[in-house]
């Protein structure tokens, strides 16, 4: 597995059509034309698109609305689990949708029988872990390049308009993991975002294994957790806020005020518990862009998690005082209200 430097390695290329096979997940085909049920993803660390390859030069605006979903799915390799997550997904109306624990080995690309794409990252040899980002055909045509950084952390850039989209999908070590598992995580994970020009977008998604806990009283770090955290804190918890302190991130759940049923993203066998340790994280100059956050216990792949859906639309703003600035975004905006 590469090992990640300063500058993250966007791998392969959208015509990179290089393929190897794995067992164990049923019902993907090949990006390119092969016969039904054919058993195979693609190479490591290649672009795919659906048909033909965008061109570098176009962009889609994420100033229109998008729906952006992160759900640990508790494995993928189970007969027809895919196309159950694909079709709560189109039924969700999700346009980019992180992956926990997929449970699939080595990593790459692959179109799936529904016409999505499946990028994902895992370990080499078993089926532990695994995180995957599925993009429905008209957005992945604008995917730069990805890098599966581990079998716990994959990143993906899309050319959007007017600043380039990095999202990183992830999966937390759990709480009983060794101290050198968060430490490298969280090091892999900073080293990443340190790689990314500023001026680009950073969405972070995922299960982080961590309770932030009842955010009520935190006023002092309102620009990392709203008012509307959920439970109890707990050692992880206040690692991942410290983490968001240091690198201007916000934990997007906690800014929306919703009844716990919507708030709550896993619950223990039993349903004895419930707890909120899946988190969409985004960077804090952004969070206005970001009308709503909240977990749809309806949506339903026999996983102990809760989907978890985000609205984002982009919005800029300009210095106060600037009439160049304010006039270059009202010609932008226009612009934008133009058919694509």
């Not at 709560?88 to 690309?109: A, C, F, P, W, Y």
Request: glycine fraction near 8%; include cysteine.
């Amino acid at each position: 597995m590469e090992s990640v430097t300063t500058r993250v390695n966007l791998l392969g290329d959208p015509t990179n059509h290089r393929r190897h096979p794995v067992s164990g997940l049923d019902g993907v085909k090949l990006a390119t034309e092969a016969s039904p049920g054919v058993n195979r993803q693609a190479s490591e660390g290649g672009d795919t698109t659906v048909g033909t390859a965008a061109s570098k030069s176009e962009k889609t605006s994420i100033r229109l609305s998008h729906r952006i979903g992160a759900w640990n799915v508790r494995g993928l390799l189970e007969a027809g689990k895919l196309t159950i997550v694909e079709k709560e997904m189109e039924s969700h109306d999700i346009s980019i949708l992180g992956i926990s624990e997929t449970h699939m080995r080595g990593n790459g690309h692959f179109t799936t029988v529904t016409g999505n794409t499946m990028y994902f990252s895992g370990c080499e040899d078993s089926s532990l872990s695994g995180v995957g980002i599925i993009l429905p055909p008209h957005l992945n045509k604008y995917v730069l390049g990805y890098n599966p950084v581990s079998d716990r952390i994959l990143t993906m850039k899309l050319n959007t308009n007017p600043c380039v989209l990095n999202v990183i999908q992830i999966y937390a070590p759990t709480a009983q993991a060794q101290d050198e598992l968060i430490v490298d995580f969280y090091g892999k994970l900073e080293e990443i975002l340190n790689s990314i020009p500023s001026r680009e977008i950073k969405i972070i998604l995922g299960d982080w294994n961590a309770k932030v806990g009842s955010t009520l009283d935190d006023n002092h770090i309102r620009s990392t957790v709203g008012k509307f955290g959920l439970g109890i804190r707990n050692e992880r918890g206040e690692k991942l806020i410290e983490f968001c302190i240091e690198r201007n991130l916000s934990i997007m759940n906690t800014y929306f005020q919703h009844h716990p049923r919507r708030l709550y993203t896993w619950r223990s066998p039993g349903d004895r518990y419930r707890n909120q340790i899946d988190y969409i994280i985004l960077d804090g100059r952004w969070r206005s862009s970001v009308s709503n956050v909240k977990t749809f216990p309806g949506a339903e792949c026999r996983s102990d998690h809760n989907l978890l859906v985000a609205n984002f639309s982009l919005r800029l703003k300009a210095p106060i005082g600037d009439i160049d600035a304010l006039a270059r975004m009202s010609i932008q905006w226009r612009m934008f209200l133009e058919p694509l």
